[in-house]
């Protein structure tokens, strides 16, 4: 068995959470309140940032030049395409670039980010991969089941999104780095695999929580 196939299966649970999480079906039945969705743009700004630089480690520690140029490729990719999305949003929603940027993080966003870069500086080429996985794969996967709602992707509001995320161009992100892992852990031993699988579910579990940390807009306790 592949272990991405693995973590497929192990994942679901956590996955299924997310998929009916109210943030998740709002986006698709577009009844979400937009000052959720705002919280949620300008902290998914800061979180893509980070997200961008693991993909920079990602090229420091890849074994070949392919790796390096793809690495290189998904970066361009995040900072380029999916901000851009950010971007426009922001505009839309009266959000200046200067507040965009000047947004203080969240703790789930903090803890999510810095536990990724943690991994990700101290671990191997496939620690990263299993740490950054869950992202570009469960929201394909969640961009797709989307999609098949009535008018999701044309909605005023959440349509750009729903049709960004289910393109075929982030399913293919997701899926070299799901190969790419099945490859470099073909003759991995089962204390590895567990290793994996644990920070796997880890950013799986983070996702969740970001749906929820933006339906609550839950801020600091204890800020000015
Ligand atoms: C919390 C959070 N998790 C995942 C993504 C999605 N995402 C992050 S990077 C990437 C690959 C190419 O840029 C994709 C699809 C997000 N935006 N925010």
Not at 31 to 50: A, G, N, V
Not at 84 to 111: D, F, M, N, V, W
């Amino acid at each position: 068995m592949k272990l991405s196939e693995r973590l497929y299966e192990k994942a679901q649970p956590i996955w299924e959470q997310s998929h009916s999480h109210p943030f998740v079906q709002g986006i698709g039945n577009g009844t979400l309140d937009i000052e959720k969705f705002k919280f949620f743009m300008c902290q998914d700004y800061l979180y893509l940032i980070d997200y961008a630089r693991l993909f920079a480690l990602g090229s420091l520690k890849a074994h070949n030049l392919e790796t390096m140029q793809t690495f290189a490729k998904m970066l361009h990719v995040t900072l380029d395409e999916e901000m851009s999305l950010h971007r426009a949003y922001a505009k839309r929603l009266g959000i200046s670039k200067e507040e965009l940027e000047a947004t203080k993080p969240a703790p789930t966003t903090l803890a999510y980010s810095s536990y990724m870069l943690n991994i990700a500086q101290r671990g191997s080429l496939k620690e990263l991969l299993a740490a950054v996985m869950p992202c570009a794969w469960s929201y394909y996967e969640i961009g797709k089941k989307l999609s098949e709602t009535p008018g999701a992707m044309e909605h005023v509001w959440y349509g750009e999104w729903v049709t960004m995320y289910q393109s075929p161009e982030f399913g293919e992100v997701a899926e070299w780095q799901i190969d790419l892992l099945d490859q470099l852990t073909e003759s991995s031993s089962e204390e590895e695999l567990l290793e994996l699988e644990e920070i796997f579910l880890t950013t799986s579990r983070f996702e969740y929580m970001f749906w929820d940390m933006s339906y609550q807009q839950a801020m600091w306790p204890l800020h000015d």
